[in-house]
């Protein structure tokens, strides 16, 4: 969800760029007046190669130092040994990419403060995770969560679920690197591909040599320098602007301050409904279907310590969000007079933080180090992540399940580290991919959240809906794939081509130094809606989720009934969600669960061979 925010500043930089006169900057003004009043110094570089050398040290430490890590379990998950509030704070980075600490304070600075209410979302979140889909991974306890799809249905869904996470995680794990480094490039001087490179190594090397408890720790550590830099920008910010009421009292009169836009029209982008509602569906995809997500659950001992985890992140975030847009409403306060994107001062918003914090607070040693550390630390998070979940939908589902390779459990964590490398390697050199080709930037960030709608779809069908069958469940699936790409990508193309463009709130150039042609340049920010385009293209992106998980639902049940529904009596129970398990009180039978986590890499889903390792472990 907020990845598609980047695509906004993206084009909002092109548009801005394309409708600016000739005669808008006086060049010989500028020389008196520069963009940038200080430069990265060897203090801020100091503090930022402290936060990547720590964070290798930690992968060091559990690679080499700690207890070996033998097996894909002990890799993967942890040893499923992890604490409650490493994990809580691990689950919680992993969810906030740098994409989004860019993006946040930029959308309260030109749309307001709607966004914020996804808030309430994380909220609602929790207990629909914690008790309607995560006893179901806890019971069943599968290193990978697409192989739920295999035992509920057949192999066709689980590959097609991971198939579209891996091509999903690939393509963005560039994007949430690339495009922060180079933002902050523009800004802080710092060099792209060195920015790019250093994030890979470090995160290649921790998450390879320490796994998932390398991955854990590194993530809550980077989560408190990611918290602290947020905290000290907006705590200068305030305190420079006058202090918080004096910060509300701007926002407020210039109409930012709205949290309860109840137009219910899906076409709107952020209103109450669709960051509320279509956003407890987004978030919904994050923390029940997300691969990554699920290995951290199954990285605690017991339901009650990843319950608590989920409640510490979601405060988390709520905290990181919040501190987030009151540093929207400082840049406001800051920069309402003299826009620096219209001012060509900045390419795009996403660089309006990063330009903020050079001019401000550029003269205070290590501070700018110290938030591009906070950068650096989501991008990390994030990759790291990344790899460890793709490690093992590779191992489960690709190795063993597609080509029935049995993995030697001795050797199962030596083949996941190496595994880790080459996605490592291969989301490095799509980075290059990614620069070159710039409608691959907003296809990636888009393909993010329509994936996510139809995976919470078939687990939502299956765990539901006792009666769905595979064929209802795949041809749910592609459909919804169809349907939600058409959609997603004609919307990218018309904004592409200015067809579909936002109303932001008012901003001025008016206190802008060597500005010539000011009233022209107000007029060009100016948005006007195309009524050529088609209404189905104007749906808020935050609704793609919902839809994607809505049609895989309703085509998989159709088609179920079609070709003959599932016999409720001959499922195992707990591959149902508790609630519907309870309603239907299903007599439970010898399932597949009995050998457990990662032994449960070549087992199928036919009576005969269930029946045949089932009996195998009575012996």
């Known amino acids: 969800m907020p990845s598609r925010l980047f695509v906004w500043f993206l084009f909002l930089a092109v548009s801005s760029a394309e409708q600016r006169p000739s005669n808008y900057v006086d060049e010989k003004c500028m020389e008196d007046h520069p963009v940038l009043l200080h430069f990265f110094s060897w203090v801020d570089y100091v503090v930022l190669a402290a936060m990547l050398i720590i964070s290798c040290l930690i992968g060091t430490f559990y690679g080499f130092f700690s207890k070996k890590q033998e097996t894909s379990q002990d890799f993967l998950l942890g040893g499923s040994s992890m604490g409650t509030f490493p994990m809580a704070m691990s689950l919680a980075a992993s969810f906030i990419t740098a994409i989004e600490l860019l993006g946040n304070p930029a959308e309260m600075y030109m749309q307001g403060t709607q966004f914020w209410m996804t808030c309430v979302a994380f909220i609602l979140v929790v207990p629909i995770t914690s008790y309607l889909y995560l006893p179901v991974f806890m019971k069943l306890r599968l290193t990978s969560s697409y192989e739920y799809l295999n035992l509920r249905f057949d192999r066709h869904c689980r590959l097609l679920a991971s198939g579209l996470y891996m091509l999903q995680m690939i393509l963005y794990t560039s994007v949430a690197v690339y495009a922060p480094a180079l933002a902050l490039s523009h800004v802080t001087g710092l060099n792209t591909y060195i920015a790019v490179t250093l994030v890979y190594v470090v995160c290649i090397f921790y998450a390879s040599q320490g796994g998932m408890k390398a991955v854990i720790m590194t993530d809550t550590f980077q989560a408190a320098v990611l918290l602290g830099s947020l905290f000290l920008i907006a705590g200068y910010g305030l305190s420079w602007e006058g202090g918080f009421a004096k910060v509300w009292d701007v926002s407020q009169a210039s109409g930012r301050m709205e949290f309860f836009n109840m137009d219910p029209k899906p076409t709107v982008r952020h209103s109450f409904w669709t960051v509320v509602i279509g956003g407890t569906i987004y978030w919904t995809t994050m923390f029940c279907s997300n691969q990554a997500s699920v290995q951290k659950y199954l990285s605690v001992e017991t339901i009650g310590q990843a319950r608590t985890a989920l409640w510490v992140s979601a405060?988390?975030?709520?905290?990181?969000?919040?501190?987030?847009?009151?540093?929207?409403?400082?840049?406001?306060?800051?920069?309402?007079?003299?826009?620096?994107?219209?001012?060509?001062?900045?390419?795009?918003?996403?660089?309006?933080?990063?330009?903020?914090?050079?001019?401000?607070?550029?003269?205070?040693?290590?501070?700018?180090?110290?938030?591009?550390?906070?950068?650096?630390?989501?991008?990390?998070?994030?990759?790291?992540?990344?790899?460890?979940?793709?490690?093992?939908?590779?191992?489960?589902?690709?190795?063993?399940?597609?080509?029935?390779?049995?993995?030697?459990?001795?050797?199962?964590?030596?083949?996941?580290?190496?595994?880790?490398?080459?996605?490592?390697?291969?989301?490095?050199?799509?980075?290059?991919?990614?620069?070159?080709?710039?409608?691959?930037?907003?296809?990636?960030?888009?393909?993010?959240?329509?994936?996510?709608?139809?995976?919470?779809?078939?687990?939502?069908?299956?765990?539901?809906?006792?009666?769905?069958?595979?064929?209802?469940?795949?041809?749910?699936?592609?459909?919804?794939?169809?349907?939600?790409?058409?959609?997603?990508?004609?919307?990218?193309?018309?904004?592409?081509?200015?067809?579909?463009?936002?109303?932001?709130?008012?901003?001025?150039?008016?206190?802008?130094?060597?500005?010539?042609?000011?009233?022209?340049?107000?007029?060009?920010?100016?948005?006007?809606?195309?009524?050529?385009?088609?209404?189905?293209?104007?749906?808020?992106?935050?609704?793609?989720?919902?839809?994607?998980?809505?049609?895989?639902?309703?085509?998989?049940?159709?088609?179920?009934?079609?070709?003959?529904?599932?016999?409720?009596?001959?499922?195992?129970?707990?591959?149902?969600?508790?609630?519907?398990?309870?309603?239907?009180?299903?007599?439970?039978?010898?399932?597949?669960?009995?050998?457990?986590?990662?032994?449960?890499?070549?087992?199928?889903?036919?009576?005969?061979?269930?029946?045949?390792?089932?009996?195998?472990?009575?012996?």
């Open 315 to 619: 405060f988390g975030m709520i905290t990181i969000y919040t501190v987030n847009f009151l540093t929207g409403m400082v840049l406001y306060s800051t920069y309402r007079d003299c826009d620096p994107l219209l001012a060509s001062q900045i390419t795009g918003q996403d660089q309006l933080l990063p330009l903020y914090v050079m001019n401000f607070m550029g003269g205070l040693k290590g501070v700018p180090g110290f938030f591009v550390a906070g950068i650096f630390a989501a991008s990390l998070g994030t990759v790291a992540s990344a790899l460890n979940s793709l490690a093992a939908i590779t191992c489960e589902d690709i190795i063993q399940g597609v080509f029935k390779i049995n993995l030697p459990a001795s050797k199962g964590a030596i083949y996941a580290r190496w595994i880790s490398v080459s996605f490592g390697a291969l989301s490095f050199v799509l980075v290059f991919v990614v620069e070159r080709l710039g409608s691959v930037l907003e296809v990636a960030l888009s393909f993010n959240g329509m994936v996510g709608g139809i995976t919470l779809g078939l687990f939502s069908l299956g765990m539901f809906v006792p009666w769905a069958n595979a064929k209802g469940a795949i041809s749910g699936a592609i459909t919804s794939l169809i349907i939600v790409l058409w959609i997603g990508l004609g919307a990218q193309i018309a904004v592409l081509n200015g067809k579909i463009q936002l109303d932001n709130k008012l901003v001025s150039i008016d206190a802008c130094p060597c500005i010539i042609n000011s009233t022209a340049i107000i007029e060009s920010h100016s948005i006007d809606t195309n009524d050529d385009v088609s209404s189905i293209y104007k749906i808020s992106y935050l609704w793609y989720s919902a839809i994607g998980c809505l049609l895989t639902l309703l085509v998989g049940v159709a088609v179920s009934y079609v070709t003959g529904f599932q016999d409720p009596a001959d499922l195992d129970q707990d591959l149902l969600s508790p609630v519907i398990a309870s309603a239907f009180r299903l007599q439970t039978k010898p399932h597949a669960n009995n050998v457990q986590g990662i032994m449960n890499f070549g087992l199928e889903l036919d009576d005969e061979k269930s029946q045949v390792e089932n009996t195998k472990t009575l012996k």
